[in-house]
């Protein structure tokens, strides 16, 4: 039987059941439980099953007796993705919970939607639901379609940025646990699938992939209930009880180009929670931690305030309203009775958005016994700690103890802290170590049982108390150590962890943004770069200048949060700044907020060194030399970025000013590049 329902085609026949949208058909084998994905551009998954936690043992939708896609189960649906089809495939075994695997697929859209469903008549409890998995067969689990034997890689990427994880890209053979997010391509074509989660309100979701050989992709494992030292747990993954218990949804496409596919996906997550909205511009200013670290005190914020005025504000470095945030970070407390007032004064003054500095979910003190602010000694802090099973306070992460999110005085402090930022008259707020609110254990409030719930729950607190609404004036909420998933909280999140001046640190930034571009403007309005340092972090000796320049042309690229990181009371920091933040042409494409692509997804836990952005009638190319001490001839291959040379181009360098012409026909670039040094060309 076959039949249409507007652009799907459907048919079941003997042992199958098939939904095609003209892009991807997805077939239920109703013989032996198993789902196939299919491209009409000749990628496969096939072999696929699933898996949920039931006491101590795991059961398998293939082991159950019975497979069938009930004719009430396929409906038609219209969502915020478009027009849309939606079945169940469902498997019972008399005594176990019926697996429900939840398909979707939509009008011209390369991917499906799956989620795991899994019932019982009787409330019951799991902490593990695998919507997707499958072991290797003859050929491989994954199809690229294309015969070839070309490396496969599959990628990492981190849970959050604490403890400068990396992301990376593993070729086969190898073993590989992503979260919430992977793709697995091949290098050079780019021809590849993308697997992820896109709600993020309850799980904590990994993406196993292990390729036993070179050639073949041969256990894939999509987990809902990961807990583990990559995501910051000492506990196991909190369970969920009910009769019916829902996994998260997940992400299923394939791509000619797997980069296409990490941008479909980051869309997607938008489709069901938005980017927190942000209508100022890129941020533009500066930030203390860097420059000073812990001797932060009043004179080098007001002096670099004063600097600012005088020298950049009206000479090409500023946000679009013609302002710069200048911000503290930690250790402002150094400031004496009075300073603070004085300080945020003085920036007003002089036309600029004062900031600070905020780390919600985290105890820093020795005694969890001391009381917390604002409570008159009436609560301690060992009471809004997050507990394990036994009652007791989970251990440190990064020296500082874990806040409880769903603890009523845990929200009561951080309000209060927080209506103290916005009387003070901050306009922008860095908040760190907030992986420490979605770290799993015991909360308070049983009706949160696992980290993710309860992390929702604070930062939404959190995003309501700085609102627009509530506080009548618009407010940049900044996230840095943190959980790249659930979003929709802050405008910017950090792409990396703490990244400082050397070349090294401009590689570690770049290893973040060559695996996580598609995260601007997706999950959050920017990447944040970090503090870009022109001259001197205070935990590191001076650059040279191509060093300096090259952190900033990362920072450019990013999409960026563009916050200074020197000490301007250094003359040759000042004398940095005044030449290069005054280029309004690289000031003009830092402001634009675009991420610029990478041409590469080879470098394993390294960052690419090239990347390209399209717009204003040609494309803008970054090229990096990483070594410090030996120059570097690049060839540029043209068409990696995007790049038609067969009509001739011209190309300038934004920071020298030169153009030259490049000859009809052309398909490579030759660009020399001296130790550390990078250049931003402009390509038309």
């Known amino acids: 039987m076959a039949t249409d329902l507007g652009q799907f085609k459907l048919e079941q026949v003997s042992g199958t059941f098939t939904a095609d949208n003209g892009i991807l058909k997805v077939t239920a084998n109703t013989e032996d439980g198993t789902l196939e994905l299919a491209w009409k551009d000749g990628q496969t998954m096939t072999g696929l099953f699933a898996e949920a936690r039931v006491g101590g043992a795991v059961v398998r939708s293939t082991y159950y007796g019975s497979h069938t896609v009930p004719e009430a189960a396929v409906q038609s649906i219209e969502d915020g993705f478009g027009e849309g089809l939606r079945f169940s495939f469902e498997h019972a075994e008399p005594g176990k919970p019926t697996l429900k695997q939840q398909i979707r697929l939509y009008k011209n859209l390369p991917y499906a939607l799956i989620e795991l469903e899994a019932e019982d008549t009787q409330e019951w409890e799991t902490n593990e639901l695998t919507p997707l998995a499958a072991h290797l067969n003859d050929d491989g689990i994954l199809d690229f379609g294309d015969g070839s034997k070309e490396e496969i890689r599959s990628l990492f990427i981190p849970f959050d940025n604490d403890k400068w994880v990396r992301f990376g890209s593993q070729a086969n ?79 299923v496409g394939a791509y000619s180009d797997y980069r296409e596919g990490m941008e479909a996906y980051g869309k997607a997550n938008a489709v069901i929670q938005p980017a927190l909205p942000w209508s100022g511009g890129v941020p533009m200013g500066w930030n203390s931690w860097s420059a000073v670290m812990a001797k932060l005190d009043y004179d080098v914020y007001t002096h670099t305030s004063d600097f600012f005025a005088k020298e950049l504000q009206e000479n090409g470095f500023a946000d679009q309203e013609g302002s710069l945030y200048v911000n503290f970070d930690a250790f402002s407390t150094n400031l004496k009775e009075g300073e603070l007032e004085d300080a945020v004064r003085r920036v007003k003054a002089n036309g600029q958005k004062p900031g600070t500095y905020y780390t919600p979910f985290a105890f820093w003190g020795k005694d969890p016994d001391t009381p917390v602010e604002g409570t008159d000694g009436s609560v301690m802090y060992r009471d809004i700690l997050l507990k394990d099973a036994a009652g007791r306070p989970l251990p440190r992460l990064d020296g500082a103890m874990p806040i409880d999110p769903t603890h009523p005085e845990a929200i009561a402090r951080i309000t209060r802290k927080l209506d ?170 830092a402001r634009r907020g675009e991420t610029f692509r990478p041409a590469e997804g080879r470098s394993g836990t390294g960052g690419e060194d090239l990347y390209s952005l399209s717009g204003d009638g040609g494309t803008w190319v970054a090229v990096f030399n990483f070594d410090a001490g030996n120059g570097k001839s690049k060839t540029i291959d043209l068409s990696r970025v995007g790049i038609d040379g067969s009509k001739g181009l011209t190309v300038r360098d934004l920071w020298s000013g030169e153009s030259f012409s490049l000859k009809p026909g052309t398909a490579e670039h030759l660009v020399e590049l001296e130790p550390a040094e990078s250049k931003l060309l402009f390509y038309i």
């Open 173 to 251: 053979p190898g073993s590989v646990r992503s979260y919430e997010v992977t793709a697995i391509y091949r290098a050079y074509s780019r021809r590849g699938f993308v697997i992820g989660s896109v709600t993020h309100d309850t799980w904590k979701t990994a993406i196993d992939v292990e390729g036993t050989f070179s050639e073949a992709i041969g256990r894939l494992r999509v987990l809902a209930g990961a807990s583990d030292l990559q995501t910051r747990d000492t506990v196991p993954h909190g369970s969920l009880r009910g009769t019916s218990i829902i996994s998260s949804t997940i992400f």
């Open 420 to 589: 103290e930022v916005v009387a003070d008259g901050f306009d922008y707020l860095k908040m760190d170590f907030l992986a420490h609110g979605a770290m799993e254990g015991v909360h308070y409030n049983p009706s949160f049982r696992t980290g993710i719930q309860a992390y929702n729950y604070g930062m939404a607190a959190i995003a309501e108390a700085l609102s627009p609404e509530r506080i009548d004036r618009p407010f940049l909420i900044n996230l840095s150590i943190a959980p790249l998933f659930p979003h929709g909280y802050a405008h910017s999140r950090r792409v990396s962890c703490d990244a400082f001046g050397m070349i090294s640190d401009t590689e570690y930034m770049l290893n973040a943004l060559t695996y996580g571009w598609w995260i601007n403007n997706n999950l959050y309005r920017f990447n944040d770069p970090d503090h870009i340092v022109l001259l001197k972090s205070y935990n590191q000796e001076a650059t040279s200048a191509h060093e300096g320049r090259s952190r900033l042309n990362s920072g450019v690229i990013a999409g960026t949060s563009l916050l200074l990181g020197d000490d301007y009371r250094m003359e040759e920091a000042a004398a940095r700044a005044k030449a290069w933040m005054t280029n309004k042409e690289v000031m003009s494409l």
